[in-house]
């Protein structure tokens, strides 16, 4: 199945395709130790942050869904990337089957309320477009990211190990009733 990356605006932020210029940007983010602390826990290499800027456009190509960079309006600079993906960390079969969500956001992006805004704008389109249950992992020392995750309706499914930490695995059947 292939996809051609929606643009989806919200007051703030444009969620969009990931623009082959901003690669450096992209990188940037994930060498941030700020950024890597609740998300393997070490900030990324260049090679790495290479093939998981590839991996998020062949996504979208291969299963009609993926992450979208989030640009803040403000700033017009990439400030994270929001949105979905098979994973296939082997967390188990009721982790793993399900399409993973997944946020991150730079430093000076945090704290003024744009990680829900986008998380959010990508939850409703996926509600519309692909539809079903979706998982995620967080890191359980991270807050906001908790914060997020209960404010789109996901609950706890079990605390795990992954890679060299904790991280909590969290299910949401379907959108939460407002």
Known sequence: MSRHVPTINTARTTLRAMRPGEFD?????WAMPEVARHIGGA???????WKAFIAIAGHWQVTGFGQWGIEEHRTKSLVGQAGFFHG???MGEDFDSVPEAGWVLAPEAQGIGL???????????FDRVVTGPLVCMIDPAHDASLRI??????VAMRDA???DGAVRLMLRKSPPQV
Do not use: C, K, M, N
Not at 25 to 29: N, S
Not at 43 to 49: C, F, I, Y
Not at 149 to 154: F, N, P, Q, S, T
């Open 43 to 49: 900030p990324r290499s260049r090679e790495t942050s």
């Open 161 to 163: 190990e992954h890679g």
């Open 88 to 90: 296939a960390r082997g």
């Open 115 to 125: 990680g829900l805004e986008a998380v959010q704008a990508a939850h409703d389109w």
């Open 25 to 29: 940007r992209f990188a940037e983010i």
């Open 149 to 154: 995750a209960d404010r789109l309706g996901y």
